[in-house]
């Protein structure tokens, strides 16, 4: 089904959702020069909306433009009540946000720094990403023959759209062997990512997910991880192996898309006993507390509509 709202923020004002064009001439159609955010916005239990980190999206939006070279023309303010404004204008109380930055028509070829800057944020329902029964029984992962980026060959720190050719590679490489998500070894041969989701994995109660070196720097993996120290469980950014993946007790994604979605079967080979194991269903609980409005302790996460 395709995809239809009714407003689109392009460069400063709401425009029609079929009126947001762009030329084919467009640098970052030819060349991957865009960089996007995803957010989350919820219907929360009393009624009220809420946009589930707003400040850090936008912050890592910005940042984005500034590694790709191509930095964000409008102010952080501007970006925030853009988003805002977006969701008002499609009547939506839960939904999923996607500011787009790219670079658009003027010069062609690689070194065109005097070509514009667009803006474009669009919203739309997006329900459980990697579908509602994978959040409640956990989905088939396998390891992509396809490495994730090194750190000098892509700026693994941004959210730059020619990053995600390496993604949509190993995604399509797994699902057309009939797996749910793929999981990319680093240059080194470390996990690193999934193809749009951060990994962490769980052993005698411990959590451990990958260090920032050379994945994305994840919004989901940080309130995970934020919450798993608060909860006191013994918690390492540390490197693992494709071996130490097989013998975890539990397994699980982490993305604003995905939200917290278990893994019950890495490669064939069932992980841990059940799935979703006690820990990360005690994580999963309340990261979906959280974004609910329920859990108050964290509601400094939540600006709302
Ligand atoms: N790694 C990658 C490569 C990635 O794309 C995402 C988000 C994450 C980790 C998790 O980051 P965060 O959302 O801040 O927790 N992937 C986005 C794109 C999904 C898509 O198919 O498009 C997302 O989840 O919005």
New binding site residues.
């Given amino acids: 089904m395709a995809l239809k709202g009714k407003k689109i923020w392009l460069d400063g004002e709401m425009v029609a959702w079929e009126e947001a064009k762009v030329h084919v001439l467009t640098h970052a159609l030819h060349y991957g020069t865009g960089y996007?955010?995803?957010?989350?916005c919820y219907a929360l239990e009393d009624g009220r909306s809420a946009v589930f980190r707003l400040d850090d999206?936008v912050r890592?939006f910005f940042d984005s433009g500034k590694i790709l070279g191509f930095p964000l023309p409008e102010a952080f303010g501007q970006i925030k009540n853009a988003i805002l404004a977006v969701i008002k204008a499609n009547g939506l109380k839960e939904c999923?946000i996607?500011p787009l930055a790219f670079v658009g028509s003027g010069d062609m070829g690689l070194y065109a720094p005097d070509n514009p800057i667009h803006v474009a944020i669009a919203a739309w329902a997006w329900g459980a990403?990697l579908g509602d029964e994978g959040i409640k029984n956990g989905i088939r992962a396998k390891v992509s023959s396809y490495t994730r980026h090194h750190v000098n060959v892509m700026m693994t720190k941004s959210?730059v759209s020619g990053?995600?050719v390496n993604?949509v590679l190993a995604k399509a490489e797994v699902k057309k062997a009939g797996y749910d998500e793929a999981i990319m070894l680093d240059a080194d041969g470390y996990v690193a990512?999934?193809?749009?989701?951060?990994i962490f994995i769980v052993r005698d109660g411990h959590v451990k997910t990958t260090p920032l070196t050379s994945?994305?720097?994840?919004?989901?993996?940080?309130?995970v991880l934020t919450v798993a120290r608060d909860k006191t469980y013994e918690v390492q950014e540390e490197r693992f192996t494709r071996d130490e993946l097989y013998t975890a007790d539990e397994a699980f994604f982490?993305?604003?898309?995905?939200e917290l979605t278990p893994i019950r079967e890495v490669d064939n080979r069932k992980v841990g006993e059940r799935c979703p194991g006690p820990v990360t269903l005690d994580l999963q609980q309340t990261f979906f507390d959280i974004i609910k409005g329920r859990d108050k302790k964290y509601a400094r996460w939540l600006t709302y509509l």
């Fill in positions: 996007f955010e995803g957010i989350r999206h890592r999923y996607r990403y959210k990053n995600y993604s990512e999934a193809s749009g989701e951060n994945i994305l720097p994840g919004i989901t993996r940080d309130s982490t993305g604003t898309a995905a």
